[in-house]
T-cell receptor, first 115, second 111 residues
Framework: DTGVSQNPRHKITKRGQNVTFRCDPI?????LYWYRQTLGQGPEFLTY????????KSRLLSDRFSAERPKGSFSTLEIQRTEQGDSAMYLC?????????????FGPGTRLTVL | DQQVKQNSPSLSVQEGRISILNCDYT??????FLWYKKYPAEGPTFLIS?????DKNEDGRFTVFLNKSAKHLSLHIVPSQPGDSAVYFC??????????FGTGTSLTVIP
């Protein structure tokens, strides 16, 4: 399977705990995106990496959120001191070096439930 | 601040007929538009895109129309098939790499 993979698929945690999600993009895709999607809404942009550099961050990304892509391959999204409002589907997407289409390939997402 | 809007949460169409999904946007700086299809428990899948310098792009049964003066985008599916039943999102990009998505339209194609 050469698609975008995300782990875990589901995460249930108690309020105040820290959680970390992983995204493995399609091999050789240099661009990686994180989105959050809540019920009845479309994906909301969180952050974007080109290779290992985090180039854009949304205002939605509070100080409790941090994302890394240390070697320009997989990426992690950490949420510290989780709140119930963090409950959502977290989607990762990657796109290839060719910018002509900017087509993003999405993973299946990690569903976070904060109790 | 919803810059991309899909005002119809759901749409039902008979198999073989045309499905028309609509999308409106507010930011005149958007330069690239995309449609995604999403099945339950899966991430969105890219369907078709259009650059702001064009007004139409066609790919098989799928055609996207862009009316920049009206800030309106539409996706036509002809003929509609039961396998097309899914949630459809339109998305738009400001030059750069930040994409804005609509809230989605759930399409049901009735056999």
């Amino acid at each position: 399977d050469t698609g975008v993979s995300q782990n875990p698929r589901h995460k249930i945690t108690k309020r105040g705990q820290n959680v970390t999600f992983r995204c493995d993009p399609i091999s050789e895709h240099n661009r990686l995106y994180w989105y959050r999607q809540t019920l009845g809404q479309g994906p909301e942009f969180l952050t974007y990496f080109q290779n290992e550099a985090q180039l854009e961050k949304s205002r939605l990304l509070s100080d409790r959120f941090s994302a890394e892509r240390p070697k320009g391959s997989f990426s992690t999204l950490e949420i510290q001191r989780t709140e119930q409002g963090d409950s959502a589907m977290y989607l990762c997407a990657s796109s290839p070096r060719l910018a002509s289409t900017d087509t993003q390939y999405f993973g299946p997402g990690t569903r976070l439930t904060v109790l | 601040d919803q810059q991309v809007k899909q005002n119809s949460p759901s749409l039902s169409v008979q198999e073989g007929r045309i499905s028309i999904l609509n999308c409106d946007y507010t930011n005149s700086m958007f330069d690239y538009f995309l449609w995604y299809k999403k099945y339950p428990a899966e991430g969105p899948t890219f369907l078709i895109s259009i650059s702001s310098i064009k007004d139409k792009n066609e790919d098989g049964r799928f055609t996207v129309f862009l009316n920049k003066s009206a800030k309106h985008l539409s996706l036509h599916i002809v003929p509609s098939q039961p396998g097309d039943s899914a949630v459809y999102f339109c998305a738009a990009r400001v030059t750069g790499n930040q994409f804005y998505f609509g809230t989605g339209t759930s399409l049901t194609v009735i056999p």
